[in-house]
């Protein structure tokens, strides 16, 4: 990673996400939290129609808007569409992007913690990643690489991206315990972008566990689409925990337990995601990847 | 109370909250669940729109609608007032209600556990939730008189009214266990009105514990109404538990605590729920009653 000129923090992609919205809202009031003397740090409230509707999206998920053709007409756009023309348009000049790192909030029903994200295999990401794992041993890191993320989402505006994701949130709330550990990220991920900067970042002690996303399942539905089942209450809240074939997956609303089917053990997150019931997944699955980090310091 | 002839059981008055609607769907698959000899049970999905949309309403709370005068135009009617109507003209004839007993069923993300609600001072409807708390010590009665809900709620069609409240569940999902916890609920509401028919209901064993409705708190929040703080960390989920004057209340987004500025220990409800910020309440302030019950035992 070369020098870095400019990092771009957004909140509300998800309009009903409060926690990212009233970070971004908090920078903005107070701009010297996020001010670093080698960077500057601009800030984004991305879904604007979805948060003052306090709902996830408007027209469609903003965060799967952002692969598509630039020359489709106006009249077949969605606002989300629109929007995301609209910050193509503000963070990038021709091909190129004017942000180096994209620090993108969210926020999830599933019980997740602090999870970071990364949406593919950049070593500089991988190495702050590491670095924040170092720090907080809470935080984990998922992978979504195969997920679609890396395609469509909001953070593809840059070159380098990390996703924040704190649970377990009802959307539409504030958690204050996130709120303040969502910004005490930030401010270490500043930090350490700062030190980059000036040559003194610290090499991560440990490789970095990754979760990475392998599939993701739906809920047991009718022929028609409707739910027949819950997450297992064995499951539900136990993101990251081993899931092995046998282990109970679903409870129909009969009371039947249904077993996860899967030939090995893998390690669910988002697991009763509430936006993801119209996506047709009750939770994603991973597995758990340990990645040596030592060797990607170059970039320093 | 005389004898029971019919009663209703309706989810889905908001639409995302998924346990209430999941179990009058299951009802109406397998309806030997709610089959009673002395009495015929009526299920109903009440915001049809706002369920299909999976959102709490369409245009307006439903669950504010049902005082609104008979005589107001159609095209003055949001989406709500006019399902409102549908709703009454279902289930009254001119005056009277064709229903005894309503259940209603909602779900919220304060961490109320199994709530019941009582909108009046029902004798009979104390004495079945007096029985209920007996049966399952976890159960906790929240008195709704001063609310408003005893005047604009769904549940006013009928005589006598019991709501259903379970927490915390992120709106729009469903868990497992309050689904569980729920539909045990209902089957012994059933089982007291069946046993109530033939004289054969059992006398409460202790008096019935009430956290009665004196007020709301709204958050702190700018002059154009724009959030300032959360619910603070200690007193996030803990519905129910005694909240001291000098108790921290909220957390500013500064992170400056706001203490409770009251004049005596008052219990909190409803502590961050989604759907009231747009209300202005932050939480509902309750005062704990102990109401004997045993003198109201010769509606048997």
Redesign the interface.
């Known amino acids: 990673m070369s020098k870095i000129n400019r990092v771009l923090i957004t909140g509300g992609t998800h309009g009903n996400e409060l926690i990212g919205i009233?970070?971004i809202?908090?920078f903005k009031r107070?701009p010297k939290l996020i001010e670093r003397p080698s960077f500057e740090t601009v800030l984004l409230l991305a879904n604007t129609q979805a948060i003052a509707a306090?709902?996830r999206y408007v027209d469609e998920d903003l965060n799967r808007c952002f692969n598509v053709p630039k020359n489709q007409t106006a009249k077949a756009l969605s606002y989300e569409n629109w929007r995301a023309n609209e910050i193509k348009a503000e963070f990038s000049t021709s091909e190129q992007s004017s942000i180096d790192v994209c620090i993108d909030l969210h926020g999830t029903?599933a019980n997740v913690g602090r999870m970071l994200i990364l949406d593919n295999s950049d070593p500089a990401m991988q190495t702050l990643a590491a670095h924040l794992c170092d720090r907080y041993p809470d935080v984990r890191v998922y992978g979504s690489t195969h997920s679609g993320r890396h395609q469509d989402s909001l953070r593809t505006i840059a070159p380098h991206r990390i996703g924040i994701e704190v649970g377990?949130v009802?959307?539409?709330?504030?958690?204050?315990?996130l709120?303040?550990q969502t910004e005490a990220l930030i401010e270490s991920i500043l930090d350490y972008l700062e030190q980059h900067n000036r040559g003194t970042a610290p090499p991560p002690k440990n490789s970095l566990t990754l979760y990475q996303y392998v599939g993701a399942i739906d809920y047991p539905r009718d022929h028609q689409g409707?739910?027949l089942a819950?997450?297992?209450?064995q499951l539900?809240f136990k993101d990251y925990e081993t899931l092995r074939p046998g282990d109970p997956l679903f409870?129909t609303?009969?009371?039947r337990t249904i077993a996860y089917q899967g030939d090995m053990p893998v390690y669910p997150v988002f697991i009763?995601?509430?936006?993801y019931?119209?996506k047709g997944i009750a939770m994603c699955l991973t597995q758990k990847q340990s990645l040596p980090i030592a060797y990607q310091l170059e970039g320093r």
């Open positions: 009233y970070l809202k908090k107070h306090g709902t029903t377990a009802s959307h539409g709330t504030v958690h204050a315990e709120f303040q409707e739910l819950a997450v297992h209450p539900q409870l609303f009969d009371y009763n995601e509430a936006a019931y119209e």
